[in-house]
Structure formats: C-alpha cells, structure tokens
C-alpha cells in the first residue's frame, strides 16, 4: 500500500506551521519532502513525517532553538534526548523568571526613587583616612556580572590570610574600585586594621587618604539594587555641580557573614569636587 502524501499546503496546516517555516526546515535539513516532483518542483510530505514535524512544532513553542531540535532528531534514543531538551529548557526558563524577578524589582525601587521613598539623602562630608588589609583582583568590567564573580573568592582568600597571619576581622568591610584601562577593573577587598597594622603574605596594609568631600549614600538590603543606588548618587552629585574625582568605595557597616541580605547596610562614598 502506497504511503499517504499530503501537499506542503496540507502538510504545513497538520502541523499549525507557515509554508515559509516548511521551507526553511527543508533548507536547513531538518525535515526535508519525502518526494519532490522534478518537473514542478513541488513537495510532498509522508504522513509518517507528521510527528518529526508536531514534535518541532512543539518544542518552537516552547522557545527550544533548532540547532537543539536538530541534534534531538539525530539521536539513537529519542525519549532520553527529549527528556535532557526538555530538563534543559526548564531551567533555562526557571533561570529567566528569576532574572525577570529581579527587573521588577529593580524598576519598583526606581519608581520608589522617583517618588523620593527608596533611600537616604546624599551627604556631603569628610571621609577621615584609614588603614586598611587589603586583597586585590582584575575584573573584566564593573557591573554586578562582573564584579560579582571576583569578590566571593577574593573576600575568601583573604579571610585565609588574615587568620593564618593571626590578624582579626575588623568591620567595617570596605571595598573600592580602580578603573586601569577600558577593559581592566582592579576590585579590592578590606579589613579595618589595627591601630598597629602587621603585614603578612596574602594581603597588603593600604593606607586609604583623606576624602576631603565625599558624596555619600546609605544604601539599605542586599547588593540587587546598588547599582540604582549608585546611579542616585552620582545624579544628585552631578545635578549638585560636583564631579568624580578618585576611586569609589562601599563601607559594609551593617553586613553580617558574606552573602548580602535584607538586612545589610551600605555607605556608598564617591569622592567629589565642585566643577
């Protein structure tokens, strides 16, 4: 018995694909006609193709991309194949509603900005000079992507050092950022030292200057949001009539352990002088 062959008109309405999908399918190799007719050049598809061409349907759907069907319909054991497709998507989707979570987030603190309810004023002051133990990594460019990755080893490794060198934990933590080029960002980490400051391997002792006039913000929760927090700061600065004029730091004076909570409290610092 002849195999049932439908037209690429019909074919395309079984599966709720365009003609134009059909076709791009066909150039690609992923679901090719069964028959062509050499002298129309018409495509016929077989009714046993209808559930390669469902299965894309589904998997477009839920947004899998074609390089992933491709190697789906190549492999020996198709429901193992689908099964890891179907895993993986779902966390990538899992991971995509966090991060659109975290937008909402971010764009309810900036309309609380706005409306004047999301955070401290800015104050200018005198930042008085400290000592420091400090460790130090390049990272690829500022921004919590960035950054993120360098500080949680960094902070790591120089707890190490400190108590292997018999050196307390003092807060509060304070962090600054040194920009060396367009694509090289020195992030330091430290520790207040003592009145009498000890040096060791695994750290340096830094001495931080004077910051005659500083912009300062106090910025409330976990680090989520302190990207808008610095943008509040730098706006009212520069609407203030001051500009930048040195590195950045962040003084940890309420943080309690190493992952940012609820409950951290951040003064922001931006050295300023009147343009």
């Known amino acids: 018995m002849a195999s049932?062959?439908?037209?690429?008109?019909?074919?395309a309405a079984l599966g709720r694909v365009s003609l134009r999908m059909l076709r791009h399918y066909d150039a690609i190799g992923l679901l090719q006609p069964a028959r062509v007719d050499e002298r129309t050049g018409y495509r016929f598809y077989a009714i046993d193709q209808l559930p390669l061409l469902l299965r894309i349907a589904e998997l477009r759907e839920l947004g899998v991309g074609l390089d992933r069907i491709a190697e789906l319909s190549r492999a020996d054991d198709q429901d193992a194949a689908l099964r890891d497709v179907l895993d993986?998507?779902?966390?990538e989707l899992e991971a995509?509603?966090?991060?659109?979570?975290?937008?909402?987030?971010?764009?309810?603190?900036?309309?609380?900005?706005?409306?004047?309810?999301?955070?401290?004023?800015?104050?200018?002051?005198?930042?008085?000079?400290?000592?420091?133990?400090?460790a130090s990594q390049y990272a690829p460019g500022m921004g919590p992507e960035n950054v993120g990755p360098v500080v949680g080893?960094?902070?790591?490794?120089?707890?190490?050092?400190?108590?292997?060198?018999?050196?307390?934990?003092?807060e509060p933590g304070i962090f600054w950022y040194d920009a060396e080029g367009d694509d090289r960002f020195a992030v330091h980490v430290s520790y207040v030292a003592e009145a009498e400051p000890v040096a060791g391997p695994g750290y340096d002792v830094v001495e931080l200057p004077e910051l005659p006039i500083a912009a300062t913000l106090i910025h409330r929760g976990d680090m989520s949001?302190?990207?808008?927090?610095?943008?509040?700061?730098?706006?009212?600065a520069v609407a203030d009539g001051y500009r930048v004029v040195g590195a950045c730091r962040e003084v940890y004076l309420e943080a309690d352990g190493h992952v940012p909570g609820p409950d951290w409290v951040t003064e922001?610092?931006?050295?300023?002088?009147?343009?």
């Open 4 to 11: 049932i062959m439908y037209t690429i008109g019909e074919f």
């Open 96 to 134: 995509s509603v966090i991060g659109d979570r975290a937008r909402i987030a971010r764009i309810e603190r900036r309309l609380r900005l706005l409306e004047g309810t999301a955070m401290s004023d800015v104050i200018y002051k005198q930042v008085d000079p400290v000592t420091v133990y400090a």
């Open 268 to 275: 922001l610092q931006a050295p300023v002088a009147r343009v």
């Open 153 to 170: 080893p960094l902070i790591g490794a120089l707890d190490e050092a400190l108590i292997a060198a018999g050196r307390p934990l003092l």
């Open 225 to 236: 949001g302190i990207g808008e927090s610095w943008a509040a700061l730098m706006e009212k």
């Open 88 to 91: 993986t998507r779902r966390r």
